[in-house]
């Protein structure tokens, strides 16, 4: 953007899991018409919305109107990060951990350091409610929970028999019950 004053960045940090509401959506876009160039940005895996160019005396006024609206900004540069989770519980089975309230509980309780940047260096929370980490919290985060599995692994051998000698249909029958290719 050449030949421009300022041009700063907000960015919201997203509700826990992830779900916007096309009201909320709308409201921002409303609030970011009003005090920025009204162009965002979905913000990859962190689920945040970047407000992109506004000028330096529409910072608080729009942080004002988005907070009227039950709507923060995240944390952005060398600080700490909108905490980001899984969908968890909500729409995943394999979900061993309550994400969503684990996100919410760490967001409420650094609200003021995602605000005021008061450390040197960037520190991202990421939660995963199981194993298969989807949010890539072992690997984009300092500090990673993600849920296990507490008990002992149950198996149905009689089932597992019965699937190896080909007694059930594949998927249970949801592609079809066709030979396959390695039959």
């Not at 944390?75 to 919410?104: F, H, K, V, Y």
């Not at 199981?130 to 072992?138: F, K, L, S, T």
């Not at 000698?165 to 592609?175: D, F, Q, T």
């Amino acid at each position: 953007f050449p030949a421009i004053a300022h041009f700063h960045t907000m960015r919201i940090n997203q509700p826990t899991g992830k779900y916007y509401t096309s009201e909320k959506l709308r409201t921002v876009c409303d609030v970011w018409e009003e005090y920025g160039s009204g162009m965002t940005n979905m913000h990859g895996s962190t689920g945040d919305i970047n407000l992109l160019g506004t000028t330096t005396d529409n910072l608080e006024p729009c942080f004002q109107a988005l907070a009227l609206e039950d709507m923060d900004i995240g944390g952005s540069g060398s600080a700490l990060r909108s905490p980001s989770a899984c969908l968890g519980m909500s729409r995943c089975e394999w979900a061993c951990i309550d994400t969503q309230a684990i996100i919410n509980d760490l967001t409420q309780t650094f609200q003021d350091e995602l605000h005021r940047p008061a450390w040197p260096y960037k520190f991202k929370f990421k939660a995963s409610g199981c194993p298969n980490d989807c949010v890539a919290a072992v690997a984009r985060a300092d500090c990673s929970i993600v849920g296990t599995w507490r008990d002992d692994i149950r198996i149905d051998q009689k089932a597992v028999q019965a699937y190896a000698a080909g007694e059930l249909v594949p998927c249970g029958g949801a592609h079809g019950s066709e030979k396959r290719a390695v039959d």
